[in-house]
């Protein structure tokens, strides 16, 4: 109900900026590749660890500014690939295999306000609730692996130092910190359990060039953007296997992104 609720918010700003306020709009595509570590802990030590080098990433992010110092973003990112994994079965067999389809899917809707400015630097802050799913890979060809599914929406608040180096070109560099709210992992085995994960929060780090070419109305952002995050242990429940009640839990774990990307932007009333 709640994810309902929040998405209703969402969709109801956009409609509102988008009517209210006749200003400048930006719409921007961009295509990147990225790198992924996922790693799961207990008392210190890995039990197991999922990695990609190459996977896919798309996004589309819609930016409106309805007065001189304050801005609306709404973006979308879809990552998919495969990745590996390696580990153990509950038995503590070694596994060591290619996972298949697995995708994150972020969304974000952001606000942003200037706070300081001074010639060619803009300091502002922006404060949003976003919404993440991963959808974490499996072994197609093993008919025992399983599909496990981490979503949650969270809160992120941060900074970007923005920095006109000329006419052209500006650069960005940002900070942001992420807390997850209710966040939950269902794991497509047996009778479909929930987990209710611990306390759960992100950081980000990102840098990017701007270049308006071929005109003031258009051009191309390159950039990189570290995306990290950590979830405490989760609570126990009950897998029903076969006939067999087993108690599970999800370990301590976290996960890095770095992410390059290129995109085009445009410019409109």
């Known amino acids: 109900m709640i994810e309902t609720y929040i998405a209703d918010i969402l969709f109801t700003a956009n409609f509102l900026l988008a009517t209210t306020y006749p200003f400048d709009k930006q719409l921007n595509i961009q295509l990147s590749t990225s790198s992924y570590k996922y790693q799961e802990y207990q008392n210190n030590k890995v039990l197991d660890k999922e990695t990609a080098n190459h996977l896919t990433n798309l996004a589309i992010s819609y930016k409106k500014q309805f007065s001189s ?3 609306f973003q709404l973006s979308v990112n879809y990552l998919y690939g495969n990745s590996k994994y390696e580990g153990s079965t509950w038995d503590g067999t070694s596994l060591s295999y290619t996972t298949n389809n697995s995708y994150l899917l972020n969304t974000l809707s952001n606000f942003e306000f200037n706070i300081y400015k001074y010639h060619f630097y803009t300091l502002n802050t922006n404060l949003g609730i976003g919404y993440r ?3 974490r ?3 197609e060809n093993d008919p025992n692996d399983y599909r ?3 979503k949650w929406f969270y809160s992120s608040i941060g900074l970007n130092n923005i ?3 000329n006419h052209n070109i500006t650069s960005n560099i940002s900070i942001k910190y992420n807390h997850a709210i209710n966040p939950t992992l269902k794991v497509i085995l047996g009778n479909n359990p929930t987990l209710n994960l611990g ?3 992100g950081k980000e780090f990102g840098i990017n060039f701007k270049f308006k ?3 003031k109305r258009q051009g191309f952002i390159l950039g990189y953007k570290y995306t990290y995050w950590k979830s405490n242990k989760s609570n126990e429940t009950t897998l029903v296997l076969n006939g067999d009640n087993i108690q599970i839990y999800e370990p301590n774990s976290d996960s890095k992104l770095n992410t390059y990307y ?3 932007f445009v410019l409109y009333k």
């Open 148 to 150: 496990e599914y981490y």
């Open 262 to 264: 290129i995109s085009y």
């Open 137 to 139: 890979g499996y072994n």
């Open 213 to 215: 070419y071929p005109s």
């Open 163 to 165: 920095i006109q180096l």
């Open 69 to 71: 110092t304050s801005y």
């Open 133 to 135: 799913l991963w959808a």
């Open 199 to 201: 306390d759960t929060y």
